[in-house]
DNA sequence: AAGCTAACGTACTAGTTCGTCCATTAGTGG
DNA sequence: CCACTAATGGACGAACTAGTACGTTAGCTT
């Protein structure tokens, strides 16, 4: 009795329970980063005991490589889905720089992660292959359409398909990555609703801007109006 | 005996000792983050004791506060030295992106500690009034090219200085913030001189290219030769 | 329905880490 | 030259935290 065991809604339910761990783990290690997050704390917040997680993921360092590799695994799913093939390759790199924008915007939690990854050098994602094969895929449709940029004309800037997502990365991770101090030091929450689309747009404005050459070679040459 | 207590040569410097705790905390704190940064480990760094670290900074936390401001000073002096007045927009503004490059190129830890802080949500940086009015001077000298730019049609785009500000600290703080998660995902490292040069001008290239708006007004009508 | 195993909970430990107590020395003023 | 204070050092303690030993229960299999 107590409560029904019924199939559907069971209390012993371990995808459901590592499902939880790892959710309620990366908002802990997001914000507190790897050192500051508490496993206890973490405890606490879930409907199980810190056994569990001892009992699924072995330890605090193994449970933190988890949550990286779920997180990123989000991305490269998001960017698989990503068809840019039939536009033209102004509009192909804008929408791309578009949808990183959306996507990171979207995921606050997963720029966090990154970023205390990079405090520690990234050790832990060095070590996981899973996920250092990432980065191949997005390079390679960014040079497809730097290819088809440059045979069409539109492109006339001579960077290559790492840092044009360098670039793009950049515009969209900082409003996240830096919002706070951005906010204290400059009264402005980047992240605010009325400035979203603002920003949504700067940042392909800027990516097609560059490709298209309008820096240097075109400077006080080319007038609006 | 033993060494000579000269006037200039004295092993009792109150400043001396200050300043190589400020030193060697911020490397420690850049390195593990707050957290996970150690008061020991820091007192094994240098030519004093833990004692020491009390006695002049009383706790960890307005340690790590003492480093931010420190830190967030030298930009400020850095930024104060920027004579841009003279030049037209465009170079002007372009010369503050590279200024800003390689300011951040030369103080990663800076750009560490920063991260750091936007993992803490800004807390300390929001406490310490001395450091929530440095954002001022530079977007007013932004504001002053931006008018000038557009004064002479050569600017058509219309963001404000925060947001001009925002993209070049975006373009200089990504490579240096990011670049052993990039690292390892694109094999790639950024902040590796052959990368430097390009780097620098593709920052200042786009950012000027943006403003001169070559984006979607121009796309498709603007050839190269 | 009995037994077996995956899933779960409680209470505890060992080690670490921030911070302090107390003693000592360098340098300076009278 | 003596006393007084700023500066320094070493050893220690209290609190926290990752990880574990051991016991319990749910639910499936046969």
Partial sequence: MSQSPAPNGR??????????????AQREFARHGYAGARVDEMAALMR????????????KEKLYIAVLEKAYTEVRTAESTIDVQHLAPVEAIRTLAELTFDHHDAHPDFIKLVSIENI?????????????NLGGPVTGLISQILEAGRASGDFVTDADAVDVHMMISALCVFRIANQ???GALFGRDLTAPEHRARHREMTGEAVVAYLTGNGRRLSGQ???G
């Fill in 120 to 132: 520690h050098q990234a050790e832990h994602l060095r070590r996981s292959e899973m996920l250092t």
């Fill in 11 to 24: 209390r012993r339910d371990a995808e459901r329970t590592r499902a939880e761990i790892l959710e309620v």
């Fill in 222 to 224: 080319v007038k609006a």
């Fill in 180 to 182: 706070y101090t951005f």
């Fill in 48 to 59: 199980t005991t810190k056994r569990m997680i001892y009992y699924y993921f072995g330890a």
